[in-house]
């Protein structure tokens, strides 16, 4: 997929670095500079780690979440003496490495403390939400985030079962939830507890909230023809995303559109290469130096 940024130099921002693949991918086009983010100590670790041991020099990796992308940019930026971003890129959601670290408590297939947090530092735990939060909230954020149709019952449950014992592991939260759903649909492809445990995600992290503050300040670094990836794996990010971007079209001030109408999806080698890339969706937007027409040609009539 960074296909899309091929052959362009300039300054770079990777707001999820992750296992470092794609800021690695950017710092090898010819004149780049990539700023990267990320908040989890482990991908920290890791991150600088592999930085020193490829003496990379054009990768800026910094301790924070892309909520505080502003600031970050305005003083790489100013480094590098730009005005602005020729690309950015977010690949949303979990890792490879949340999923396979079982202490993390993001997956239901080890047990594990119920924390889920991608920077332990700071914010509730999954476990405090569950043992603190009224029924009522526990059911709105299973079925906000999650979509769970039995949103209610399994936040019934959970009320019920905390005055007994507190709710602390992934294996007692996906029990838990298997026994709401009826016996035929208990032990599916699909495990009952998956959408609930990504709304705990979601919502444990801020992702949607820092996602919807995030995406209008990066856009609004782009310098012109600058491109703007975000890689989304469900259905809430790529929503948003595709909301969000819709809306950029129509502000006069900041002429940014879709390279195409539908999402990028990953290419058969890809998905070969990485499973979990399947699900994956890309939007891109390009800020241009006009104002989009019917007439996709009228811009060059302008100028004559």
Same mark, same amino acid.
């Given at each position: 997929?960074? %296909?899309?940024?091929?052959?362009?130099?300039?300054?770079?921002?990777?707001?999820?670095?992750?296992?470092?693949?794609?800021?690695?991918?950017?710092?090898?086009?010819?004149?780049?500079?990539?700023?990267?983010?990320?908040?989890?100590?482990?991908?920290?670790?890791?991150?600088?780690? +592999?930085?020193?041991d490829k003496k990379i020099d054009n990768i800026t990796l910094v301790d924070s979440n892309?909520?505080?992308?502003? /600031?970050?940019?305005? %003083?790489?930026?100013?480094?590098?003496?730009?005005?602005?971003?020729?690309?950015?890129?977010?690949?949303?959601?979990?890792?490879?490495?949340?999923?396979?670290?079982?202490?993390?408590?993001?997956?239901?297939?080890? %047990? !594990? @403390?119920?924390?889920?947090?991608?920077?332990?530092?700071?914010?509730?735990?999954?476990?405090?939400?569950?043992?603190?939060?009224?029924?009522?909230? $526990?059911?709105?954020? $299973?079925?906000?985030?999650?979509?769970?149709?039995?949103?209610?019952?399994?936040?019934?449950?959970?009320?019920?079962? *905390?005055?007994?014992?507190? $709710?602390?592991?992934?294996?007692?939260?996906?029990?838990?939830?298997?026994?709401?759903?009826?016996?035929?649909? *208990?032990?599916?492809? =699909?495990?009952?507890?998956?959408?609930?445990?990504?709304?705990?995600?979601?919502?444990?992290?801020?992702?949607?909230? &820092?996602?919807?503050?995030?995406? @209008? *300040?990066?856009?609004?670094? +782009?310098?012109?023809?600058?491109?703007?990836? &975000?890689?989304?794996?469900?259905?809430?990010?790529?929503? /948003?995303?595709?909301?969000?971007?819709?809306?950029?079209?129509? *502000?006069?001030?900041? @002429?940014?559109?879709?390279?195409?109408?539908?999402? $990028?999806? @990953?290419?058969?080698?890809? =998905?070969?290469?990485?499973?979990?890339?399947?699900? !994956?969706?890309?939007? /891109?937007?390009?800020?241009?130096?006009?104002?989009?027409?019917?007439?996709?040609?009228?811009?060059?009539?302008?100028? %004559?």
């Amino acid at each position: 997929m960074l %296909e899309h940024f091929e052959n362009r130099p300039g300054l770079y921002a990777d707001l999820t670095f992750g296992a470092g693949g794609h800021s690695l991918a950017l710092s090898n086009i010819p004149g780049a500079q990539v700023l990267s983010f990320d908040q989890d100590p482990d991908a920290l670790k890791n991150g600088y780690q +592999l930085i020193k041991d490829k003496k990379i020099d054009n990768i800026t990796l910094v301790d924070s979440n892309f909520e505080n992308f502003e /600031l970050h940019a305005e %003083e790489f930026l100013k480094k590098h003496n730009s005005d602005g971003f020729i690309g950015a890129l977010m690949d949303l959601g979990v890792s490879s490495h949340h999923f396979d670290e079982a202490l993390r408590g993001f997956s239901f297939r080890h %047990e !594990a @403390p119920l924390d889920m947090r991608m920077n332990p530092r700071s914010g509730k735990s999954v476990a405090e939400i569950l043992n603190e939060f009224d029924e009522e909230d $526990i059911a709105n954020i $299973i079925w906000e985030y999650g979509e769970e149709k039995l949103s209610r019952k399994i936040a019934r449950v959970i009320a019920h079962e *905390r005055k007994t014992a507190p $709710i602390e592991t992934t294996t007692q939260l996906a029990e838990l939830i298997r026994g709401c759903y009826p016996a035929a649909k *208990r032990f599916g492809k =699909i495990h009952p507890a998956t959408k609930t445990f990504q709304a705990l995600r979601i919502a444990v992290n801020r992702e949607l909230d &820092v996602l919807s503050d995030t995406l @209008p *300040r990066v856009a609004s670094k +782009l310098v012109m023809n600058g491109r703007f990836a &975000v890689i989304s794996f469900h259905s809430l990010e790529d929503r /948003l995303a595709k909301i969000i971007f819709k809306d950029f079209e129509s *502000r006069e001030e900041l @002429p940014l559109y879709k390279t195409s109408k539908k999402p $990028i999806l @990953p290419s058969p080698r890809e =998905i070969f290469e990485n499973s979990r890339s399947r699900s !994956a969706k890309m939007r /891109l937007l390009e800020r241009i130096p006009y104002k989009r027409e019917k007439n996709k040609y009228a811009h060059l009539a302008n100028k %004559e």
